[in-house]
């Protein structure tokens, strides 16, 4: 167990930036703590690991964004069938009101 200046215990993360993606090290837990860098932990991830979780988050990115944009689009599609909807019932308020007077 690993404690950092703050006196808590320091929390392992990992780290995915193109530099030293795989890397894991001990971290304090607390948001925006300025304890620092503590240490590396070890053993290191495997290469093949390593090697696909990059790709792994960026394909999440790109789903997420395209999920975000898919329903910004349903919205707009949402709004449009509801301000449709309006326009069909006046229409057939008018058509009924004009064969009545027939």
């Known amino acids: 167990m690993v404690i950092c200046e703050c006196g808590k215990q320091e929390k392992i993360k990992t780290s ?5 993606h795989g890397r894991r ?3 304090c837990p607390t948001l925006g703590s300025n304890c620092g860098f503590i ?3 070890d053993p290191l991830m495997c290469h ?3 090697d696909v979780i990059p790709d ?3 394909a999440r990115n790109e789903l997420e964004d395209d999920m975000e944009e898919q329903g910004l689009l349903l ?7 509801k301000k449709l909807m309006k326009h069909l019932v006046i229409a057939w308020i008018l058509v009924f009101v004009v064969v009545k007077n027939f």
């Open 16 to 20: 995915w930036t193109d530099r030293k």
């Open 25 to 27: 090290f001990y971290c």
């Open 39 to 41: 240490g590396r932990v």
């Open 48 to 50: 093949r690991v390593v």
């Open 56 to 58: 792994m988050l960026k």
């Open 75 to 81: 919205r707009e599609k949402e709004l449009l069938v």
